[in-house]
């Protein structure tokens, strides 16, 4: 067990997508990663929030090729919409070569999991180590409840 924050890509950009919109939507690499997003979902206990976790049918590097099909990711976007996603996550890091033209194409926000991870990893650090500058309480108030 480690004594310092974890901050994983995943979790970070769902719980990020969460915060954004009532209802989002996962765009996952090939269909036998969804079961697995499902799980870490349901984990996260956010399973209510996810309407969609669509898989591309891509590798992981696909998206890193200098020409890269962007109609893959496109299609699982459209679908994830279609199913009232309001905010969509990119579900594997090498998708961040297609985050701007995605976000450019599509109408609602898309979060690129590493951005939202050094996002909330920086905001934990400007706290010296909490997650007070996410929040204001008044001085002096409990915490206890």
Same mark, same amino acid.
């Given at each position: 067990? =480690?004594?310092? #924050? &974890?901050?994983?890509?995943? !979790?970070? *950009?769902?719980?990020?997508?969460?915060? +954004?919109?009532? %209802?989002?939507?996962?765009? /996952? $690499?090939?269909?036998? =990663? =969804? #079961? @697995?997003?499902? @799980? %870490?979902?349901?984990?996260?206990?956010?399973?209510?929030?996810? &309407?969609? =976790?669509?898989? /591309?049918?891509?590798?992981? $590097?696909?998206?890193?090729? %200098?020409?890269?099909?962007? !109609?893959?990711?496109?299609? +699982?976007?459209? $679908?994830?919409?279609?199913?009232? +996603?309001?905010?969509?996550?990119?579900?594997?890091?090498?998708?961040?070569? &297609?985050?701007? @033209?995605? *976000?450019?194409?599509?109408?609602?926000?898309?979060?690129?999991?590493?951005?939202? /991870?050094?996002?909330? +990893?920086? *905001?934990?650090?400007?706290?010296?180590? *909490? $997650?007070?500058?996410?929040?204001?309480? @008044?001085?002096?108030?409990? /915490?206890?409840?």
């Amino acid at each position: 067990m =480690v004594k310092v #924050p &974890v901050f994983g890509i995943g !979790e970070s *950009s769902m719980l990020t997508a969460a915060a +954004a919109s009532r %209802q989002f939507g996962v765009l /996952t $690499l090939g269909p036998e =990663v =969804v #079961p @697995r997003k499902w @799980r %870490q979902i349901r984990a996260m206990s956010i399973g209510d929030r996810c &309407v969609a =976790v669509e898989p /591309t049918g891509t590798g992981v $590097l696909h998206a890193l090729k %200098q020409d890269v099909d962007i !109609e893959p990711y496109l299609r +699982a976007a459209r $679908l994830a919409i279609s199913k009232n +996603a309001r905010t969509l996550v990119l579900g594997c890091a090498g998708m961040v070569a &297609v985050w701007e @033209r995605l *976000s450019d194409m599509l109408e609602v926000p898309v979060v690129e999991p590493i951005v939202a /991870t050094c996002l909330l +990893a920086a *905001s934990f650090l400007a706290g010296r180590g *909490s $997650l007070a500058p996410l929040y204001h309480r @008044r001085k002096g108030a409990s /915490t206890d409840r």
